[in-house]
């Protein structure tokens, strides 16, 4: 029985079968020694590299494993940018069509749902006196309307 070692992943996985295979027999045999193996092939290789530190030949290998990789990677990193780009253009017509939408709506008649003066909504609460302030305010603010309300 050989025991296969999953890792969620978003892109493809580069591990060869064949390694796979071996890394599992090592895990099966020794799980400690696999453990280390399997954190010493996960590491960043680039971890501990210092560019100034390198001859001209080894940064000419290290650029060179650079740029294959970035190479490698990039119809991946592209297709994500552009994923990216189109939820944000996406994003941006939405927020458009919702502020066109916001500001194509007239105001609303009433200034509550309910239809519930605050006068009203104060007497409900107990509040007799604050409502019969609130009255008084608004009648000398709008003499006009004096003894319209409740």
Known sequence: MTMTLERPTTRSDVVQPEIRVAVDELFLNDPGHALIAIDRATADPTEHVREWELSPEQRQVYE?????????????????VLELRARLEQSEHDADRYYAEMCRRPAPAEPSAS????????????????????DATIDRMFPQYSGAHS
Do not use: C, K, N, W
């Open 115 to 134: 239809g519930s003066t605050f006068a009203e909504i104060s007497r409900a609460r107990g509040e007799d006196d604050r409502a019969d302030r609130h």
């Open 64 to 80: 060179a494993g650079y740029m294959v990789g970035f190479q490698m990677a990039a119809p991946e990193l592209m297709a994500e």
